[in-house]
């Protein structure tokens, strides 16, 4: 059963914690994605990445990290210097890059304690 | 700056109608346009895609359109069901300096009464 999937579901984050959100996808996609996703806004870029071993910024990267060191796994952490880190994070991979179909997996929701 | 636009941001329909959700951007030089749907609390499911060089696509009840001269797209939904009733967000990519940039909008949340 291929496909994306996402944990936790629910996370929480003490203040100053680092703290890392899983993605795996095997759908043999070359390209990964991180969004986040706040109430009343779109969806917005973190990181991408297109190949193992590299990955670039998106829109919002700062106070995130993340590693790419198999094409199955793209893991998401949240630094202690994101101080805003509560929202619903989507993973999603597509084929080899943003033109084609991308597809998410089900998300998790971080909260700050 | 692409800025992607979604009116209304929510919408309901009775069952059985034909409905129309509407997606503006601002920057005409797009690859190409997706819709969404997304569930409560869930990821998002791809719809349709639409490239630069199409018009319309279609997929069982929906049909999504493509006006990139007045930067509108458009997507149809016949015959509307419960089970409709979701969150559906359009997307589009730009070439911008060297990289290849994706805009999501705000989407339209769709309740369909039965």
């Known amino acids: 059963d291929g496909g994306i999937t996402q944990s936790p579901k629910y996370l929480f984050r003490k203040e100053g914690q680092n703290v890392t959100l899983s993605c795996e996808q095997n759908l043999n996609h070359d390209a990964m994605y991180w969004y986040r996703q706040d109430p009343g806004q779109g969806l917005r870029l973190i990181y991408y990445s297109q190949i193992v071993n590299d990955f670039q910024k998106g829109d919002i990267a700062e106070g995130y990290s993340v590693s790419r060191e198999k094409k199955e796994s793209f893991p998401l952490t949240v630094t202690s210097a994101q101080k805003n880190p509560t929202a619903f994070y989507l993973c999603?991979?597509?084929?080899?890059?943003?033109?084609?179909?991308?597809?998410f997996g089900p998300g998790t929701r971080l909260l700050v304690l | 700056k692409q800025e992607v636009t979604q009116i209304p941001a929510a919408l309901s329909v009775p069952e059985g109608e034909n409905l129309v959700l509407n997606c503006s951007f601002t920057?005409?030089?797009?690859?190409?346009l997706q819709w969404f749907r997304q569930d409560p609390g869930k990821g998002l499911t791809s719809l349709l895609l639409i490239q630069s060089s199409q018009r319309e696509q279609t997929s069982g009840r929906l049909n999504a359109s493509l006006d990139k001269s007045s930067g509108r797209s458009t997507l149809y939904i016949a015959a509307s069901q419960p089970g409709d009733s979701a969150t559906y967000l359009c997307?589009?990519?730009?070439?911008?300096?060297?990289?290849?940039?994706?805009?999501f909008g705000t989407g339209t949340r769709l309740t369909i009464i039965p």
């Open positions: 999603a991979s597509s084929i080899s890059d943003l033109q084609e179909t991308q597809y």
């Open positions: 920057d005409s030089a797009i690859y190409n």
């Open positions: 997307a589009v990519i730009i070439y911008s300096f060297g990289n290849e940039k994706l805009t």
